[in-house]
């Protein structure tokens, strides 16, 4: 069992930087892949980036490659999303999730994650 707390959001207006952070409390933290989702009004909860147990595999979704960086600290249990130039559209809930599967290295998929944060909010102004 882990408890996911996210915090950071805000708002911000475009082109400007924000960092959300996802303090983790349970288990070891180093046995979860970590990821980040977001869910805009109206649309689908939608996967953002995640990072692998040891940290050195990230994946992220085409809209935020070059923007968004996720990283992970292990001594403080908590995984961050920096994000940059940021756009209106990026306006969502961000939701931070961790998935115990030990068979692969990051997780893409909303079913795939067993843990999930009460979300942050990040609103970003044109």
């Known amino acids: 069992q882990v408890q996911l707390v996210e915090s950071g959001g805000g708002l911000v207006q475009a082109g400007g930087s924000l960092r959300v952070s996802c303090a983790a409390s349970?288990?070891?933290?180093?046995?979860?892949?970590m990821g980040w989702f977001r869910q805009a009004p109206g649309k689908e909860r939608e996967f953002v980036a995640a990072?692998?147990?040891?940290?050195?595999?990230?994946y992220y979704t085409n809209s935020v490659k070059g923007r968004f960086t996720i990283s992970r600290d292990s001594a403080k249990n908590t995984v961050y999303l920096q994000m940059n130039s940021l756009k209106p559209e990026d306006t969502a809930v961000y939701y931070c999730?961790?998935?115990?599967?030990?068979?692969?290295?990051?997780?893409?998929?909303?079913?795939?994650?067993?843990?999930w944060g009460q979300g942050t909010q990040v609103t970003v102004s044109s």
């Open positions: 999730a961790a998935d115990s599967n030990e068979g692969v290295v990051v997780a893409t998929k909303l079913d795939e994650y067993d843990y």
């Open positions: 990072i692998s147990r040891s940290g050195r595999s990230t």
């Open positions: 349970g288990r070891t933290f180093s046995s979860y892949i």
